[in-house]
């Protein structure tokens, strides 16, 4: 059982893994983060995201979550977040949305769409705080 958090270096991500910190406490569970890494990605772009791994690691030990950090290579987000939630028997998955203009709200984003539907579990979205 457990908390999976979809994660990537942007602000949508960020506030993503820090809600699911707070949720990880509050249940006294595991987080397990999910990157999905883009086939295509050069070895420069595939350093900086074990760098930034390296950090989301040090922060989850920080607050004191028992974690799992998970690069992916499949290469779509979706699946790579409902595949590990089935795996692991998530009771939750956290995804951070990005902010979108009138015409944009009108549509979620693919990805999103598709764990809010085929997830396993409940999902809490989350959205970052104004900048």
Do not use: W
């Not at 990537?8 to 890494?37: K, N, Q």
């Not at 995804?95 to 809010?116: D, E, H, T």
């Amino acid at each position: 059982m457990g908390i999976v958090v979809g994660y990537l270096a942007t602000p949508e991500g960020r506030a993503a893994l820090e809600a699911a910190i707070e949720e990880a406490r509050g249940r006294d569970t595991r987080v397990v983060v999910v990157v999905s890494a883009r086939p295509d990605e050069s070895q420069e772009q595939r350093s900086a995201v074990e760098a930034e791994l390296d950090r989301v690691r040090a922060e989850l030990a920080s607050a004191g979550v028992d974690h799992e950090v998970r690069l992916l290579s499949g290469g779509d987000v979706a699946d790579d977040l409902i595949a590990t939630a089935e795996e692991v028997g998530a009771h939750l998955v956290v995804l951070g949305l990005r902010r979108r203009s009138p015409v944009g709200k009108l549509i979620l984003g693919a990805n999103a769409q598709r764990v809010l539907f085929d997830a396993p579990c409940p999902v809490l979205t989350v959205k970052p705080g104004p900048s």
